[in-house]
């Protein structure tokens, strides 16, 4: 006679082992991937090694993108990011959570950065630099608008067609090669503001105690960076 003639009898589980399991999965240790930031740094002042780790594949490749906002080669940026993590985790319990911890770690890389490139040249204040043209002439070609003979002067003489799936197109390998030239391009103060406003997520007050610059120059500069870098795309978007 074979065993199917006699049915093993399963009982469901019961609600004592629901909540004991719940408990387990309550009671896990979570691993760094799954800590928040405040987390991470309580972790790292209790020694914990893997969640620096983990803080340090957040932060390291925006912390050399910013460091070459300031001149610095890659090599050199490189160096900046190294020295930035030894100050900062030296100095963690100096944080006190008054800015978000990526604006004090940027503030950190700035000092460090400034420091370096004064080696190999004479730096001055970023605001001071030299605006390569860009306080001067329109943020778009003024044969783009009507004259002054025109029905609507300094309308539109033909509104930029809108993208057709920008969202698709952004998000193939080739688009961000070309949006990543164009951020390239941008004249130097230009591209930092871009480049920590729209790739870095800082806000506008955060820029501007980094770059120390006024808001209204952080707003020209923001404005003619986008202008710059969707008229560099405009040939790519409208194939």
């Not at 630099?129 to 778009?140: C, K, R």
């Not at 029905?151 to 698709?168: F, G, I, L, T």
């Not at 688009?175 to 503001?193: D, F, M, N, T």
């Not at 610059?213 to 409208?238: C, P, T």
Request: glycine share 8%.
């Amino acid at each position: 006679m074979t065993s199917a003639a006699f049915p093993i009898a399963v009982s469901p589980p019961t609600s004592a082992h629901i909540e004991s399991r719940r408990s387990a999965e309550e009671t896990r240790p979570l691993s760094p991937q799954e800590l928040d930031e405040s987390q991470l740094l309580t972790a790292i002042r209790g020694g914990d090694e893997a969640a620096f780790t983990e803080l340090v594949g957040r932060y390291h490749g925006a912390l050399r993108r910013f460091a070459r906002i300031f001149g610095a080669t890659e090599a050199v940026a490189e160096e900046i990011v190294q020295e930035t993590w030894l100050t900062a985790l030296q100095g963690l319990d100096s944080f006190e959570g008054r800015s978000t911890f990526k604006a004090w770690l940027f503030g950190i890389a700035r000092n460090h950065a400034r420091r370096r490139t004064d080696r190999e040249r004479r730096t001055v204040p970023f605001s001071s630099l030299a605006g390569d043209g860009e306080a001067e002439g329109p943020v778009v070609d003024s044969l783009r608008f009507q004259g002054p003979a025109a029905n609507w002067p300094d309308h539109w003489s033909a509104a930029p067609r809108p993208w057709e799936d920008p969202e698709r197109r952004l998000a193939s390998l080739e688009a961000r090669e070309h949006l990543r030239v164009a951020i390239a391009e941008l004249p130097e103060r230009q591209r930092a503001v871009v480049v920590l406003r729209d790739v870095e997520g800082l806000d506008s007050e955060q820029v501007c105690e980094l770059l120390e610059i006024s808001e209204g120059n952080q707003r020209v500069l923001l404005h003619r960076g986008r202008s710059g870098v969707r008229a560099a795309l405009e040939g790519y978007m409208d194939a």
